[in-house]
């Protein structure tokens, strides 16, 4: 069974940039769930999503984005890329929403580094 | 305003000796509580969980307690093996949130 696969692994971009993350969840999962590591701040929260349906977001400014689409793959957008957002992006996928099962499966995530 | 607090950036144990890593957190209305372990380049792994309901939860060398009342839980590693270190984060869930929440890490490095 194949895991939570993200694309690309890595990735460069300056500021101003945008830049698109994917996410293929593992099969039969509908729940996807995006988060951002960075040193000293652990996991944080972006948003997840469920059904296509953005069921649940974090504190993060609008320049974060996501979607989901029917085959529950899911893609994140962040705009205007600043410095801070030089981060690891983790996508989680699960059965069911969060806070119904608890466990998460992540991916490998994506390295994204703004210069 | 940080609900899952991981105090102790860093752990340093010999190979053999037992690996204590805390955690605290403020919401009363969690109930379900887990540790994953993250490697470098890897994505978290889910370790190990327990429900408000217990007080302990044991899966082979890992073990984790959990106080209701002093809102800490703590994950016990005996013995220690140099493939346990890795980035350890607790996460709490329940409560309105409906969600995962994550504490900020806790390096463990088990030194052979």
């Known amino acids: 069974k194949a895991g939570v696969t993200q694309t690309p692994r890595y990735l460069i971009k300056t500021r101003g940039q945008q830049v698109t993350l994917s996410c293929s969840p593992i099969?039969?999962?509908?729940?996807v769930s995006w988060y951002q590591q960075t040193p000293g701040q652990g996991l944080q929260f972006l948003f997840e999503?469920?059904?296509?349906?953005?069921?649940n977001k974090g504190n993060f400014p609008g320049r974060f984005s996501g979607r989901q689409f029917s085959n529950s793959r899911s893609e994140m957008n962040v705009s205007t890329l600043e410095l801070g957002d030089s981060a690891l992006y983790l996508c989680?996928?699960?059965?069911?929403?969060?806070?119904?099962?608890?466990?998460?499966?992540f991916g490998e995530g994506s390295r994204l580094t703004v210069l | 305003d940080q609900q899952v607090k991981q105090n102790s950036p860093s752990l340093s144990v010999q190979e053999g000796r037992i690996s204590i890593l805390n955690c605290d957190y403020t919401?009363?209305?969690?109930?379900?509580f887990l540790w994953y372990k993250k490697y470098p380049a890897e994505g978290p792994t889910f370790l190990i969980s327990?429900?408000?309901?217990?007080d302990k939860n044991e899966d082979g060398r890992f073990t984790v307690f959990l106080n209701k009342s002093a809102k800490h839980l703590s994950l016990h590693i005996v013995p220690s093996q140099p493939g346990d270190s890795a980035v350890y984060f607790c996460?709490?869930?329940?409560?309105?949130?409906?969600?995962?929440?994550f504490g900020t890490g806790t390096l463990l490095a088990v030194q052979p």
């Open positions: 989680a996928s699960s059965l069911a929403p969060q806070g119904k099962t608890g466990e998460l499966f």
């Open positions: 327990i429900s408000s309901i217990k």
């Open positions: 996460a709490a869930d329940g409560g309105a949130t409906n969600k995962l929440i």
């Open positions: 919401n009363s209305m969690f109930d379900y």
């Open positions: 999503y469920f059904s296509e349906t953005q069921r």
């Open positions: 099969s039969g999962h509908r729940s």
